[in-house]
């Protein structure tokens, strides 16, 4: 390979809460790491992968000019996201007045809601939900919806439409958050799902917010399909954010972008979104997206989706050989991990704190799955070098499954 996955880099004292947690973090409070053990952060959704070379050289030639002022975004921002949009999956039609930046995706989601709904309403998401939206919904007063999502008999998951139907009739929502892929399931939704899906939106008159911040970060071979283009009264009803974060490792830069073509409901977010006058762009943030939607920067994102395949791979393919007990699905998209362990926890008499803890101790930072609404599961992040994952699942087995 051209870049290096391989390398294990020291992020210790380089403000990342991956690995230096605030002491309340449950990652690290209530109990001691045993002796002879050390971190490995399989937590929280960044990566422990350097970036994209090109991304710190657009921000370090930036900063060698020394005024910083006001600005406005350069035209090569818009056609940087037009140009990636339209050969990565295949947009067309995108101009310049479809685009807006948010500060983060989650901000564009609290815009979009503001401009969609009123505090007090109902929202539709499907469960598993990822915590984000949990906690904008919350903090803006909005009630949660969950449709579960159902595993057919291969294992995977699926959307339940009558049960969408009957949840938007039953509670008079008008409004859902659609996340595409999924995050914590890893589901890269087909055509046909998402057609269905945009479908029973149509007939009961609901808004879309579709977060398709991991829409990069999908199996080689596999294909996203951005919820706008399987219809274009999908195309007018949805709101859509992306973010070159997730995918270049940039969450501490913020910058996230909507895509919006009703004139209309792009009026309204962008008016949401001014109210606070903290959605500003930030300037080497703008860079750093220049440096990442370029051939370079596909360069690496081509490398960086093959390591992250083998990862998920082996960590499945392991799990399968060693946890009896553990469920999963090998996810299509993200490179997060969700772990079933409710008949690992019935057959060995234990909870799912004490499993969690058991990992703890041995190192293995991992995260609390029922905080997305799956009663006795786990989310681990495979970002990492693949030494730091085979290290990490043989503690797991060694210490905490096996034990």
Known sequence: ??????????RHGMDSIAVDPPDNSPYRAGFTLREGFDHIPMWVADMNFATAPTIQQAILTRTQHPTFGYFLPREEYYDSIIRWQGKRNGVQGLKREHIGYENGVLGGVSSALRALCTPGDTVLLHSPTYVGFTHVLENGGYHAEHSP??????GVWRMDYEDMDRRLKDKHIHTAIFCSPHNPC???WERWEIERAMAVFAANDVYVISDEIWSDLIRPGLQHVPTQSVGEDARMRTVALYAPSKTFNLAGLIGSYHVIYNARVRDRVRREGSLSHYNSMNLLSMYALLGAYCPEGEEWLEEL??????????AVDYIRAHFDGVELFRPEGTYM????????CRTHGKTLGELLRAGYEVGVDWQNGEDFLLPCSIRVNLALPRS???????RLNRYVFNA
């Open 1 to 10: 390979m051209k870049y290096d996955f391989t390398a294990v880099i020291d």
């Open 149 to 154: 999502l159902v595993r057919d008999a291969q």
């Open 186 to 188: 890893g589901r890269v």
């Open 305 to 314: 989706r093959t390591v992250i395949a083998g990862n998920v791979d082996f």
């Open 337 to 344: 991990l969700f772990l079933d362990c409710a008949r690992w």
């Open 388 to 394: 730091r994952v085979e290290e990490a699942f043989d």
